[in-house]
């Protein structure tokens, strides 16, 4: 069993929609909790950034964490064309090694 | 701020020839930076960690003698693949942390192709 489970989709959205992304883990020794985004033939910009359980909202992006069942989302609201590209969950645990585990990442298509 | 470049963006090379891949934390200091491998349609996968001004720590199954990594600076680190043949043909992508910090920020990463 991976220690990062995301489903890789495809996942397709007419423009305007809610998106709900999500990701399950099994080490709860995780507490940083990460959702980047990547395009094409691009490196992963960091879209949210949460620690322990709780509500992240910035913008149209809102991240959820529940530690109780290992499950992390990230929504976006009001998705765009723009929004299309894969999205990836990642995490560690405590502490400063900064090991970063990542989820497959899901393939979001926007369309207008 | 936190921009982190790479270079080059995309490499062709022999089999058997040597190739180094520069990452570059431009507004920061980066106390750690990290060696990523991605295939197509996959995730990535940490190669390695290297902490400023000591030997880089690999992950389980990655071979040190052919992939090489120096970091000898706050905003420099080096991968080196040594003797490359078509398999080791990858997105290759860094990132970088600053001191204190656990948010990693990644460069735009490097096509190798090995032919």
């Known amino acids: 069993q991976k220690e990062v489970e995301q489903d890789p989709g495809p996942l397709s959205v007419p423009e305007g929609a809610i998106v709900s992304l999500n990701c399950t883990y099994s080490?709860?020794?995780?507490?940083?909790f990460m959702w980047y985004r990547q395009y094409s033939r691009k490196g992963p910009e960091l879209l949210m950034y949460t620690y322990s359980s709780g509500n992240k909202e910035d913008g149209r992006f809102t991240a959820q964490v529940d530690k109780s069942s290992k499950y992390i989302s990230l929504f976006i609201r009001d998705s765009q064309p723009s929004d299309s590209a894969t999205y990836l969950c990642a995490m560690s645990v405590s502490g400063n090694t900064g090991k970063l585990i990542f989820g497959q990442g899901t393939t979001l298509q926007v369309k207008p | 701020g936190a921009v982190v470049s790479q270079h080059p963006s995309w490499v062709i090379c022999k089999s058997g020839t040597s190739v180094k891949i520069e990452c570059r934390s431009l507004?920061?200091?980066?106390?750690?930076m990290f060696w990523y491998r991605q295939f197509p349609k996959q995730s990535l996968m940490l190669m390695a960690t290297?902490?400023?001004?000591?030997?880089?720590?690999?992950e389980q199954g990655v071979e040190k003698d052919k992939f090489l990594i120096n970091h000898a600076s706050l905003t420099l680190s080096t991968l080196t693949v040594t003797s490359a043949h078509p398999e080791d043909s990858s997105f290759y992508i860094c990132?970088?942390?600053?001191?204190?910090?656990?948010?990693?920020?990644f460069g735009p990463g490097t096509r190798l192709t090995v032919l």
């Open positions: 080490n709860s020794a995780f507490q940083y």
């Open positions: 990132s970088a942390r600053g001191t204190g910090g656990y948010t990693q920020y």
């Open positions: 290297s902490n400023e001004g000591s030997k880089a720590t690999y």
């Open positions: 507004d920061f200091q980066a106390t750690t």
